[in-house]
Each structure stands twice: as structure tokens, then as C-alpha cells.
């Protein structure tokens, strides 16, 4: 497993989150980084599936930059229990969109193990999809914006890379590897292309969203 930075204290936690409500770039990096190792703890969970430590890490993320993006002091908890709940709900939602293509997947096929070694099955994540908590957590995901950034902002390596890797459009989501052997380029290289478009949708969406 890699090697993180140490999590922020709660003093710190706090300073950098109402730097970043205010659009402070920096401020919302660092919450992003020093809560790394809550993604592997999360990844971790679900490391006996068919994605990789990697894969699940980089989805992992994607959970942890929408908490940051969408946390409020006012709600009462710690960044990282909400942070938790976004990261677990992003790796449940890909590991559920890869069975979606099966037409004879069962409601209770396991599709992977918590953290206890018992299975999860698709009616686990149907049921903890129905809970408040994370209805709150999709409210503020609107897929058509996600969407119309895609196609404006990225050039047509990284929409090819992004789209197989998290199975946009309909299709079935890809890890690097398969991406890589498809394109005939690196894992390596398929890592950065995914990590710099990632980075264009996160800054144009927040900067959508300032000017909402």
C-alpha cells in the first residue's frame, strides 16, 4: 500500500474547509491528500473483487474529491465520516455497473466482501443507495452537466480514457490495464491521461458551480 500523508487535525480540518468554502484551490488539495489513507482503508474493503488495489484507489478518490466538494461545516460531523460514506458509495456504484451487463445476475450474487469478510451483494447496495444519507450525497450530481463538460473540455484521448475506465455512454467500465492493451500505450501512461482529465472535470465544475 502507498505511503500518505498523516490526516489533518481537527483544528486543521477545520481551517482548510473554510478556506475552501471560500475557493481557496489550495486549501481544497490538501483536504484531498490528507485524507488519502481514508480511501485505501475504504479500497481495502473491497480488495477481493475484480479491480485492482489501484483501481479502486482512483475510484475511491473521485468519492473523496466529491465529499470535499460538496461538505458543509454546519452538518455536525467530521470531514472524514462523511468522506467514508462518498468514497464506499463511488467504489459500490462501479462494482454494481459492472454486473449491469450480466442479464442473469441475481439480486443476491456477491460481488465482493466488507470489512468483516462477509459478502456484499447487489441488494446491499440497492438498499444502502436507498438511505437518506446517500440520497443526499447524489442530490447535488447532476449527470447531463458532468456530461456536457466531458465533451467540451477534453481532448479525445482522455474522453477515450475516461469513458472506458468508468463506463460512460453505457458501456462496461475497463480497468487501466485493459484500456492500456486496447489503446497500445503503458498502464502508466493510461494512469497520468485519466489523472490530468480528471483534473480538467474538477476544476470546470467547480468553476460552473462558483458561478451558479
Known sequence: MKTFPKPLTPGEERTYLER???????????????????????????????YDAEDLLSVGTIGLIKAVNTFRLDKGIRLGT??????????????RAS????????????????????SVSLVDVIEMENR????DLILDQEVQELYQVFDACLKDQEKAV???RYGLFGRSPKTQREIAAKLGISRSYVS?????????????????????
Open 82 to 95: 462523511y468522506a467514508a460514506k462518498c468514497v464506499e458509495n463511488e467504489i459500490l456504484m462501479l462494482l
Open 20 to 50: 475552501c468554502k471560500e475557493g481557496d484551490q489550495e486549501a481544497r488539495n490538501i483536504l484531498v491528500e490528507r485524507n488519502m489513507r481514508l480511501v485505501a482503508h475504504v479500497a481495502k474493503k473491497y480488495q477481493n473483487t475484480d
Open 162 to 164: 475516461v469513458g472506458m
Open 192 to 212: 497520468r491521461i485519466e489523472k490530468k482529465a480528471l483534473g480538467k472535470l474538477r476544476s470546470e465544475l467547480e468553476r460552473l458551480e462558483q458561478r451558479a
Open 99 to 118: 454486473k449491469r451487463y450480466s442479464r442473469e445476475v441475481s439480486l443476491y450474487e456477491p460481488i465482493g466482501v466488507d470489512k468483516d469478510g462477509e
Open 132 to 135: 437518506e444519507v446517500l440520497e
